[in-house]
T-cell receptor, first 119, second 115 residues
Framework: AQKVTQAQTEISVVEKEDVTLDCVYE???????LFWYKQPPSGELVFLIR??????QNEISGRYSWNFQKSTSSFNFTITASQVVDSAVYFC????????????????FGKGTHLIIQP | DGGITQSPKYLFRKEGQNVTLSCEQN?????MYWYRQDPGQGLRLIYY???????QKGDIAEGYSVSREKKESFPLTVTSAQKNPTAFYLC??????????????FGPGTRLTVL
């Protein structure tokens, strides 16, 4: 069975600090997809990134970067120079691909990390 | 604007009553999903549908029912058999591209409170 663990329940940092959110996953499939979503106080989940298991290149998008390491089954998310608007709950999620493709059968989510950016 | 609509945003019901949550999308997405979120918890999959007139149970389907009569709509009924229905319900959809499904996009959610 697949599983996603986000060990950090809550992180609080001061604005402009860098912060890393950890994600560790378990799966028996060799083909799978990993995701990060942001949930602001309004409640709607906002898609941030999707990574497939064959692509271990790190990705950078503005102040956001993701580090995927299959050797440690981790897919960590770093925010550089954090801002108050980054305050939210962040979820890591996993989908086993099968023949239907990633996401076809729904996502397995971690419990989320509540990130608080203090001004 | 294209997107996913869930209504109502807040819903109150008496214990023992069935209630139906609406989810509509105009993104022309193929697959649709229902998740439940409890405080301090991640999302858990209730039901999903990859094509019209077909759907599958997720991890916590007991006490829930769905239908997919139209591509754009995937309503969820919370029945009286659901022991703890008070939760935040999120609907999502994704587009099929070739043999794969893209990332899921989410609606704004419905917060259900059973009194």
């Amino acid at each position: 069975a697949q599983k996603v663990t986000q060990a950090q329940t809550e992180i609080s940092v001061v604005e402009k600090e860098d912060v890393t959110l950890d994600c560790v996953y378990e799966t028996r499939d060799t083909t799978y997809y990993l995701f990060w979503y942001k949930q602001p106080p309004s409640g709607e989940l906002v898609f941030l990134i999707r990574r497939n298991s064959f692509d271990e290149q790190n990705e950078i998008s503005g102040r956001y970067s993701w580090n995927f390491q299959k050797s440690t089954s981790s897919f960590n998310f770093t925010i550089t120079a954090s801002q108050v608007v980054d305050s939210a709950v962040y979820f890591c999620a996993l989908s086993e691909a099968s023949y239907s493709g990633g996401g076809a059968d729904g996502l397995t989510f971690g419990k989320g990390t509540h990130l608080i950016i203090q001004p | 604007d294209g997107g996913i609509t869930q209504s109502p945003k807040y819903l109150f019901r008496k214990e023992g009553q069935n209630v139906t949550l609406s989810c509509e999308q105009n993104l022309n997405h193929d697959a649709m999903y229902w998740y439940r979120q409890d405080p301090g918890q991640g999302l858990r999959l209730i039901y999903y549908s990859q094509i019209v007139n077909d759907f599958q149970k997720g991890d916590i389907a007991e006490g829930y029912s769905v239908s997919r009569e139209k591509k754009e709509s995937f309503p969820l009924t919370v029945t009286s058999a659901q022991k703890n229905p008070t939760a935040f319900y999120l609907c999502a959809s994704s587009k099929r591209s070739g043999g794969y499904y893209n990332e899921q996009f989410f609606g704004p959610g419905t917060r259900l409170t059973v009194l």
